[in-house]
């Protein structure tokens, strides 16, 4: 992909509030993920006339993580996208609210100037635009 200057990364105000809320689920996806491994359930027979069809837990659950793992994946693969360098530094602010480039820089030691950042940032909300669409 060409370089791009940051003012080209720009997206409407109701559409970055949908990718950032979209976002910060990223760490109950993680939570599904490592809590949701339960699947072991007896079919409920009533002995009633009607519909002998019943859910297959399993598959469903099955799907559901594989849903979770994918918009996990997707979430990491547009921050390296985004930089692979600075990847887990924009995996930890568009995950996180509140996370700022203060925090980084006093917290996590980011190895860049904020508008550096901050443009990279923007790129990810980009890239995760493009590919949601």
Not at 23 to 33: A, N, R, T
Not at 120 to 126: N, S, T
């Given at each position: 992909m060409n370089s791009k200057n940051c003012r080209d990364y720009k997206l409407s105000k109701n559409r970055y509030k949908e990718l950032y809320y979209f976002?910060?689920?990223?760490?109950?996806?993680?939570?599904?993920?490592k809590c949701s491994n339960h699947t072991v359930?007896?079919?409920v027979l009533s002995g009633m006339p009607g519909s002998n069809s019943f859910?297959?837990?399993?598959?469903?659950?099955?799907?559901?993580?594989v849903g979770w793992q994918?918009?996990?994946d997707l979430v990491e693969a547009t921050a390296e996208e985004a930089d692979p360098i600075l990847k887990n530094f924009i995996i930890k602010a568009v995950t996180n609210d509140g996370v700022t480039y203060t925090y980084l820089s006093q917290r996590m030691e980011i190895p860049c100037?904020?508008?550096?950042?901050?443009e990279?940032?923007?790129?990810?909300?980009?890239l995760l635009d493009k590919k949601l669409k």
């Open positions: 976002c910060q689920q990223y760490s109950e996806w993680k939570d599904m993920l359930k007896s079919v859910k297959d837990q399993t598959s469903e659950l099955a799907e559901k993580r994918e918009k996990i100037g904020k508008n550096m950042y901050y990279k940032r923007r790129k990810f909300y980009w």
